[in-house]
């Protein structure tokens, strides 16, 4: 059979040669070494082979459209989490210091309203002590500025009219003395100067009077001469008096009554500017005070809030848990945990935690939802609605029906968006819980009946995909078509192509448009 069936198709020496590889190898030594015998035999005796013709070109191969079904997974990796996890967070509004005393374990079931979190409250008591009389010494100087504000308010009222009448007097003052005092005062001086001079005249009259009546007379009687030197000095006495009128009118008028006016002018302008001054200083006084109350008002409110920040802090030092839950130290990150081990030291008694941070979160049973990563290159994979099966990792067997809940419209971290799965039923398995892996499958799409062609048959030219149709004695037609989804190595022709057609998977050498 062999000798029949395989030689009449190879060269002497090469059939047998070959013929006796293959036997050997099947197991028939003895058969197989007397063909490679004969063969080298052949090889020394047989006449030279016929030169070969030339090989006729082989016809170019062709691939198939074909209808099947063409399905579209997402596989990646997932979380569990809690829907609604409640974080513990302490923001102490009153600056008290968080000393851990004691904290409830990591992975501890608790109810809603029991203890999670203790601290300590020794410095949160004195500083409760020192904020309950910085609030008394505040009321108290409240009160002294409010009733002193109310006197001020009096006292400015009555210092603005004083400060009013003083400047009208002070005019009034400056106006009587230079249309009636002052003018007066020159007149009176004027006629007690006239007067000295009248009485001088008078003086001299009479004396000379005397002295011709007593010089007619021969002999003069002792009478006569006294009432000669008694008028002799009245005229000595009206000289002094009129020179002494002369000085007083002389200084009246250039001194005294000129520095009068002065005093009376600069008198009124200092009322005038008093007045002024007042209308600015004792206004301004008043709304020093009422300043200075109000800032006593803040700051007596501020500190009795000071104090009602502390009280609740105090009875904060006690935390207790919001919902019933498990407890997890630190803040989940969609999802995901970070270690719990490094997290314990900043519960340990004595350690001081940070205000406005969680410490911990109380994580419910259920419900639960699926968080994922969408690489960007994967976004159009993805739509809200989308079905979805999760397994997960530490129970392969379990399968849970998802669907896509939310999708992020902008990245994450570079090139990442988050995606939220829901669950259809939530697992009963109390084994399942937050933070564990899971891996999940998301159908991007899947049409039973789709006519597909290998990815590399499509060429694209100008924004258009099209294919090379073969047609009768070899010739081929370049067709346009309209390609669906993708993936590695299948394209979906919407339109342009029939299942069944075949279609070149490289460009001919000559194709017909």
Known sequence: ILVRGVIPFMSASDSLWELGIMIRASGLAAAGLLFLMQGLAWCADAPPAPAEKPATPAAPATVKAVEESLRIELKVDGVLEAVKPAEVVL??????????????????????????????????????????????????????????????????????????????????????????????????????????????????????????????????????????KRTQRSVEQAKVALKSAEIAHDRALNHDFPEDLRQLKEAAQRAALAWNRAQVSIPTALEKKRADVEKLRRDQKQAAEKLGDLKRDLARMTVAAPCDGT????????????????????????????????????????????????????????????????????????????????????????????????????????????????????????????????VAVVFSEDGKDYVYVVQPEGKSERRAVVIGKRTADKAEVLRGLKAGEEIYPQKPAESQP
């Not at 001086?189 to 007619?216: C, D, G, H, T």
């Not at 379990?398 to 990442?416: C, E, F, N, Q």
């Not at 009963?428 to 062609?453: E, F, L, W």
């Open 91 to 228: 923001r102490p509004k009153g600056g008290a210091a968080l000393v851990v005393k004691k904290a409830a374990a990591h992975g501890q079931r608790v109810k809603k309203g029991e203890p999670v979190l203790w601290f300590e409250t020794e410095k949160l008591d004195d500083q409760i002590v020192a904020a309950q009389q910085e609030v008394k010494t505040l009321q108290g100087s409240l009160r002294d500025a409010e009733a002193e504000l109310k006197m001020t308010e009096t006292t400015s009222r009555l210092d603005l009219q004083a400060a009013q009448r003083s400047k009208d007097q002070a005019q009034e003052e400056l106006d009587y003395y230079v249309k009636v005092r002052g003018p007066r005062a020159r007149e009176l001086a004027e006629n007690s100067l006239k007067n000295s001079r009248f009485n001088l005249e008078y003086a001299e009259e009479e004396l000379k009077q005397l002295e011709q009546m007593y010089k007619a007379d021969d002999l003069t009687e002792q009478t006569e001469e006294i009432i000669l």
């Open 327 to 454: 407890v997890y130290y630190g803040a989940g990150t969609r999802g995901r945990w970070q270690d719990a081990v490094k997290l314990a030291e900043r519960l340990q008694p004595g350690a001081t935690l940070l205000p406005n941070q969680p410490a911990m979160t109380i994580v419910p049973a259920r419900p639960l939802q699926v968080r994922i990563d969408v690489a960007e290159k994967d976004l159009s994979l993805v739509r809200v609605g989308q079905p979805a099966v999760v397994a997960l990792t530490a129970m392969p067997q379990t399968k849970l029906d998802a669907k896509v809940s939310r999708l992020s419209s902008i990245p994450v971290a570079p090139g990442v968006f988050d995606c939220q799965l829901s669950l259809k039923d939530q697992p009963a398995d109390s084994r399942i819980v937050a933070g564990m892996v899971c891996s999940v499958t998301a159908i991007a799409y899947d049409k039973p009946k789709a006519v597909v062609v290998p």
